[in-house]
């Protein structure tokens, strides 16, 4: 049995009622091995399948200029949730919910989680289906459980990796947060966003652990981060080509703060930001990411040159405090 749901038949009651005849499969890398079946699936209502071999990070990816230039009538694009309002060309969304069972890891999660009485749940996409179920085990267990639902994200519960207002929307009442998922990324993020004691159960991994060590070494890494910027003189302000990171208000904003303090600052237009892509520019001192927020934080290491969130860039522009920044969030969108 497969570890995710593919919805095979949804996807080709959708290719046969749009009658599309040539679609693009688009896979974040966790899911890129299935490309070969998900192709099969599609050819088996006639239409052409095109898999994207291209990086896919997000829902705020989409590869619609792609589409466009292959003339394709569809995109499905697995693994995440809808997040664009609007779609140029027509695209299915396969959320890819995991069928691995969680009780064991959450049982495991226990033992870590005796010190703290309101425990608030997250988890991704893939995992939303369960929260009801884990609930019912920490009330068991004698505990408190509160579930996020500020409605950004599609479903109560679910964070995003830019988007934890769930999370944060509880943080008050929870004590600890119990993070049911695979990965680090998303986890870290709940961490870093709520600044609660933050637990993973990994239902992939078959392990509980805390994250809290993590989080507390970014934490660090990105004080030092914005420090190093300050002796900065010139500026790369970052705006991203991808569908949903294009943010060039904000990108002039930050370039406009930054000339006000003395700094010169130009900006750079690019699709994926990489070490080596950014290495390409040695008269630059410090750059300023506004696509994806956390390309930097979690790579923070193998960039040679600061690489600063807006909301970071704030800070070292003196709008907003280290504190205030800790308190709503060093990436958040
Ligand atoms: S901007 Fe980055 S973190 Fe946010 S959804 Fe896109 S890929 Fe994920």
């Known amino acids: 049995m497969k570890q995710y749901d593919f919805e095979e038949e949804r996807v080709k009651q959708e290719i046969i009622k749009l009658g599309a005849k040539r679609v693009l499969i688009q896979l974040p890398e966790g899911l890129k091995p299935e490309g070969p079946y998900l192709a099969k699936v599609v050819h088996k209502t006639g239409a052409l399948a095109i898999v994207s071999a291209d990086s896919c990070y997000g829902a705020c990816d989409l590869a ?25 060309v027509p695209t299915v969304y396969v959320e890819a919910r995991a069928t691995v069972g969680v009780e064991k890891v959450v049982e495991k999660a226990l033992p870590l989680l005796k010190e703290f009485q309101t425990v608030g749940l997250a988890t991704t996409v893939q995992h939303v289906q369960t929260l009801d179920f884990v609930r019912e085990i920490l009330l068991r267990a004698g505990k ?54 933050t637990i993973v159960a990994d239902p992939y991994e078959k392990t509980a652990y805390s994250i809290d060590d993590e989080a ?12 190093e910027a300050k002796n900065a003189k010139t500026f790369a302000v970052l705006v991203g080509l991808k569908l949903g990171q294009k943010r060039l208000e904000k990108a002039l904003s ?74 709503e969030g060093l990436f958040e969108n």
């Open 64 to 88: 619609t200029t792609d589409a466009e230039s292959l003339n394709v009538d569809l995109i499905i694009h697995y693994g995440h949730s809808k997040m664009l309002k609007y779609e140029r």
């Open 216 to 227: 507390w070494k970014i934490l660090k890494q990105r004080w030092a981060c914005i420090e």
């Open 254 to 327: 930050i370039k406009r703060k930054l000339e006000e303090t003395g700094k010169a600052a130009v900006l750079f237009a690019i699709k994926e930001i990489t070490p080596e892509s950014l290495m390409e520019f040695p008269t630059v001192d410090a750059y300023i990411n506004t696509a994806c927020p956390r390309i930097a934080l979690d790579d923070a290491s193998k960039f040679q040159k600061p690489v600063l969130t807006l909301n970071e860039a704030l800070v070292l522009v003196n709008e907003v405090s280290w504190e205030k920044l800790c308190r």
């Open 144 to 197: 408190t459980v509160v579930i996020g639902d500020a409605g950004r994200a599609n479903y109560p519960g679910q964070v995003i990796g830019c988007e934890f207002s769930n999370a944060k929307s509880i943080a008050n009442e929870a004590d600890a947060f119990l993070f049911i998922g695979g990965g680090r990324f998303h986890a870290l993020g709940v961490a870093l966003s709520t600044s609660k004691p």
